[in-house]
């Protein structure tokens, strides 16, 4: 069974904490990416992946770091120098072709205690 | 200017009518359309893409591109209470891998 997974559904975060969010996919894509919705707004780009150990800062970077150390997997931290980190984390995958078609996780829900 | 703009709605339709819903974009050099379909509470699910100018036509939604103007707009058909749902539009500049989204036009069918 293809697809992307996120984990957890709901994450709580403390005050000064970092939290790791999951992202895994199995559909073989070489492209990766992480986006951040808040209520009203439009998805905004946090950082994105074409290839394994390489990754680019997109449009809200500041506060969150990845890693891309295998194909399958692209994981976000969420640092304590995010200071307004309540929001639906989705992560997306796409083949990597030009065509860029990007498919979605079912995202995880962030909030801060 | 917001690099893609969509009407945030709602937009409201009775069952069986035609619903459009327009994107207008900012970039020149935008090649990749792409329409998502958000439940509240739920990840995007993809709709439809579109790269040449003219109309892309799938089951009940058609997808129209008119460069010149720099619109991007999905019309649904016999709308069901089931297409109610947040509409995001996607644009893809060319050259470039990231797409830039819409804020999302709200679409409510009612019985």
């Known amino acids: 069974d293809g697809g992307i997974t996120q984990s957890p559904k709901y994450l709580f975060r403390k005050e000064g904490q970092n939290v790791t969010l999951s992202c895994e996919q199995n559909?073989?894509?070489?492209?990766m990416y992480w986006y951040r919705q808040d209520p009203g707004q439009g998805l905004r780009l946090i950082y994105y992946?074409?290839?394994?150990?390489?990754?680019q800062k997109g449009d809200i970077a500041e506060g969150y770091s990845v890693s891309r150390e295998k194909k399958e997997s692209f994981p976000l931290t969420v640092t304590s120098a995010q200071k307004n980190p309540t929001a639906f984390y989705l992560c997306a995958s796409a083949p990597g072709t030009a065509q860029e078609t990007q498919y979605f996780g079912p995202g995880t829900r962030l909030l801060v205690l | 200017q917001k690099e893609v703009e969509q009407n945030s709605g709602p937009l409201s339709v009775p069952e069986g009518a035609i619903a459009s819903l327009n994107c207008t974009y900012s970039?020149?050099?935008?090649?990749?359309f792409f329409w998502y379909r958000q439940y509240s509470g739920k990840s995007p699910e993809l709709i439809m893409f579109i790269y040449s100018n003219g109309d892309k036509e799938d089951g009940r939604f058609t997808a129209q591109l008119n460069k010149a103007s720099q619109y991007v707009s999905l019309l649904i058909r016999d709308s069901q209470p089931s297409d109610s749902a947040t509409y995001l539009c996607?644009?893809?500049?060319?050259?470039?891998?990231?797409?830039?989204f819409g804020t999302g036009t709200q679409l409510k069918v009612e019985l």
């Open positions: 559909l073989n894509h070489d492209a």
């Open positions: 992946s074409q290839i394994v150990n390489d990754f």
């Open positions: 996607a644009v893809r500049a060319g050259g470039g891998n990231k797409l830039t």
């Open positions: 970039d020149r050099g935008s090649q990749s």
